[in-house]
């Protein structure tokens, strides 16, 4: 059994991906090739993101898209401390600094309250120039913008929405990539919407932002690449990954609503044994992983191990317990939420070719022990 399918999706669209690959292999374009284009085209349209950029990863998104608001010493963003390392990595790689804000305990995102507070105490030392939040839409729920977004304005921030996992996800009437001053995904592999490599993209309503990001992206080129304005990296998508991608988007919305089709059936079976996550209102995941909370975690992973059934532990241990943010603020001060979560939370095979018949194999392990 595989924890993400990627093998079954290729079977159901292989003809086609093959015939997008092999597109590409014969104009032989595979830097910024056409596909590329008609790729952020298509994006923009799926989200309602008026421009999109697409890039070499997720985590250079996020990297760029601090490099346009110009982030760096003295600087200082607002990141929570339950996700992934590159949120707040591509902080400290502008010599800017971290600041921890914990998060809610039923939706594992930013807590706004929490981040007011953090907001306050950080202007009131004065240590820092507070430029920005990165919310993160974790596991593919979004974060609660709806208050983000007001407390952002009020204290003039901007708000980078880290929706690496979440594209696809809907808050209210927006999509994931529409949210936010600015937004950031990732279409690694095994991501809801992924590719056959490393990929990512930029996404943004202001023009002005759109073009420095692609200045960005090749190395802060003006009006060539021999003509350099400003620092930029390399930060391209290549041309197959864009095909691929093509070809996957086809087929996204069908695999959003399967991946719903699984999630509701697994939280009917487990709600009564273990906590199962909790949708707000007016949202919509995209599922990228299907995560429970039991104290009994180790000893339920270790059952299913026995009978080979993959989980996961997103995350093991929180960002600001973790040494490479030893100087952030927040490091080792007390975040009992993410702590609470990275002690209980472990993942369940997730993906939308996952068959009932596994399925009923997955709730009944996990109920013989739960």
Known sequence: MQFVDLKAQFGAIEEDVRAAMDKVLAHGQ???GPEVAELESELAAFCGSKHVIATASGTDALLMALMAYKVGP????????????ATAEVVQLLNAHVVFSDVDESTFNMDPDKLEQTIERVKSEGRYNLKGIIPVDLFGLPADYSRICPIASKHDLFVLADCAQSFGARHGDQMAGSIGDIAATSFF????LGCYGDGGAVFTDDAELADLLQSIRFHG?????YDNVRTGITGRLDTLQAAVLKCKLTVFRE????RERVASR????????????????????????????????????????????PTAVYYPCSLHQQPAFADADGAGVSMPV????SAEVFSLPMHPYLTETDQDRIINAVLDVA
């Open 30 to 32: 595979f830097i910024m």
């Open 74 to 85: 003295g600087d200082a963003v607002i990141v929570p401390p339950f996700t992934f390392v």
């Open 189 to 192: 592999p095994a991501k809801p």
């Open 221 to 225: 080129k003006g009006k060539n690449q």
């Open 255 to 258: 695999e959003l609503d399967a």
């Open 266 to 309: 697994y939280t009917e079976a487990l709600q009564s044994a273990m906590r199962t996550p909790e949708i707000p209102q007016g949202m919509r995941t995209a599922w990228a992983q299907y995560t429970v909370r039991s104290a009994k975690r180790d000893h339920i992973r270790d059952h299913l191990q026995s009978l080979g059934i």
């Open 338 to 341: 993410s702590e609470l979560l």
